[in-house]
């Protein structure tokens, strides 16, 4: 198709970035480039707005940014939120499609893309922690399976919103009293207003709560480590890093349960485990939980991995893709990628 473009989108609940892939004419590239990327703020739920309608807004909103290029051959998109169940995404493609034209969507959740870009296609865990927490296990054969992955109220445990959740809990009760006193209570007051009391009340009239939130995480992980190296935070962080390194362990020992020691890729994702103390805990807490588990430095990211799939790399994660117009990801019904019509 002459002149058309190819679209790549990663969107979680802080940003989504839309980016135009470089014209790599009908041939599949294993490496896809960019010629640029734009972000627009996330997905954050909110009461009485269709998600979904929502979630189409944001990746118009991306297009105009990028400025509409056209026509769209192919746009592939990894979403959180609005877009995190079957039917969710078999509604949102053809709305997509039909706000920018293009002639074929690709969609899946971010975790997917997140697994995509990381392992470079290959099959392993990969452990996503950003404001939520995303755990997916992608075997040769083509089967997924997910661990958390819950949002923030139920599940994402050790992820930035359970991390700047509990920080900010311990600014309180050391503002308070009711636990030990901690430098979290004055870096709080930097962020929210004094007296902390008062402030943190007028925080839950924000919008974008959950980010505001989980931004108290980059907080913490400082505070955990020097000059400071605040017990109390120290403490949280080491939590985090457990709860990730259990959700991989978890991953791995039931996607792959007969694989002997250090055969199973895993790795990460995630501005959570770029903090040292969260990373550490998380390592010790895998090779202690799951001794068939290898760490394995991340290939690429989400962006990269959505990029993949917009180039029709030939991965086995192709199950969970929704297609508009419906049709299989692979040309072949043999492939252990080609995913089942009803598919998520």
């Given at each position: 198709?002459?002149?058309?473009?190819?679209?790549?989108?990663?969107?979680?609940?802080?940003?989504?970035?839309?980016?135009?892939?470089?014209?790599?004419?009908?041939?599949?590239?294993?490496?896809?480039?960019?010629?640029?990327?734009?972000s627009v703020p996330g997905f954050q739920w909110t009461l009485g707005e269709d998600p979904v309608e929502q979630q189409c807004r944001r990746v118009e909103a991306a297009w105009e940014a990028l400025g509409r290029p056209a026509p769209v051959d192919v746009v592939a998109l990894g979403l959180a939120g609005g877009a995190s169940d079957p039917d969710s995404r078999r509604r949102l493609a053809?709305?997509?499609?039909?706000?920018?034209?293009?002639?074929?969507?690709?969609?899946?959740?971010?975790?997917?893309?997140?697994?995509?870009g990381v392992l470079a296609g290959a099959p392993?865990?990969?452990?996503?922690?950003?404001?939520?927490?995303?755990?997916?296990?992608?075997t040769a054969g083509g089967e997924l399976l997910n661990v958390d992955g819950l949002?923030?109220?139920?599940?994402?445990?050790?992820g930035g919103f359970s991390i700047g959740l509990a920080g900010m809990r311990a600014a309180?009760?050391?503002?308070?009293?009711?636990?030990?006193?901690?430098?979290?209570?004055?870096?709080?007051?930097?962020?929210?207003?004094?007296?902390?009391?008062?402030?943190?009340?007028?925080?839950?009239?924000?919008?974008?709560?959950?980010?505001?939130?989980?931004?108290?995480?980059?907080?913490?992980?400082?505070?955990?480590?020097?000059?400071?190296?605040?017990?109390?935070?120290?403490?949280?962080?080491?939590?985090?890093?457990g709860d990730l390194g259990t959700s991989a362990a978890t991953a791995a020992g039931r996607a792959f349960p007969d694989a002997p020691g250090g055969s199973v890729p895993v790795s990460w994702a995630g501005g959570v485990l770029g903090a040292r103390v969260v990373f550490e805990a998380f390592a010790a807490e895998l090779a202690a939980s799951c001794p068939a588990a290898a760490l394995r430095a991340p290939a690429g990211g989400s962006m990269t991995g959505a990029a993949r799939l917009a180039a029709g790399s030939d991965v086995p994660?192709?199950?969970?893709?929704?297609?508009?117009?419906?049709?299989?990801?692979?040309?072949?019904?043999?492939?252990?990628g080609h995913p089942d019509p009803a598919a998520a």
């Amino acid at each position: 198709m002459s002149g058309s473009v190819r679209l790549a989108v990663d969107g979680g609940q802080t940003m989504l970035r839309m980016g135009l892939l470089a014209d790599a004419g009908d041939s599949e590239v294993a490496d896809p480039a960019f010629v640029r990327q734009v972000s627009v703020p996330g997905f954050q739920w909110t009461l009485g707005e269709d998600p979904v309608e929502q979630q189409c807004r944001r990746v118009e909103a991306a297009w105009e940014a990028l400025g509409r290029p056209a026509p769209v051959d192919v746009v592939a998109l990894g979403l959180a939120g609005g877009a995190s169940d079957p039917d969710s995404r078999r509604r949102l493609a053809p709305l997509v499609a039909r706000q920018l034209g293009a002639r074929r969507v690709l969609l899946t959740g971010d975790d997917v893309t997140t697994h995509l870009g990381v392992l470079a296609g290959a099959p392993g865990v990969v452990i996503a922690a950003g404001t939520g927490v995303a755990c997916l296990a992608v075997t040769a054969g083509g089967e997924l399976l997910n661990v958390d992955g819950l949002g923030y109220l139920f599940g994402d445990a050790g992820g930035g919103f359970s991390i700047g959740l509990a920080g900010m809990r311990a600014a309180l009760e050391g503002y308070e009293g009711r636990g030990p006193a901690t430098v979290l209570t004055e870096r709080a007051e930097r962020l929210v207003g004094s007296p902390l009391r008062l402030a943190i009340k007028r925080w839950y009239a924000s919008s974008s709560l959950v980010a505001d939130v989980a931004a108290f995480s980059a907080q913490v992980t400082q505070a955990a480590g020097p000059p400071e190296d605040d017990p109390v935070a120290r403490a949280l962080c080491l939590r985090a890093g457990g709860d990730l390194g259990t959700s991989a362990a978890t991953a791995a020992g039931r996607a792959f349960p007969d694989a002997p020691g250090g055969s199973v890729p895993v790795s990460w994702a995630g501005g959570v485990l770029g903090a040292r103390v969260v990373f550490e805990a998380f390592a010790a807490e895998l090779a202690a939980s799951c001794p068939a588990a290898a760490l394995r430095a991340p290939a690429g990211g989400s962006m990269t991995g959505a990029a993949r799939l917009a180039a029709g790399s030939d991965v086995p994660h192709l199950a969970s893709v929704v297609t508009h117009p419906a049709q299989p990801v692979h040309p072949d019904p043999g492939h252990p990628g080609h995913p089942d019509p009803a598919a998520a």
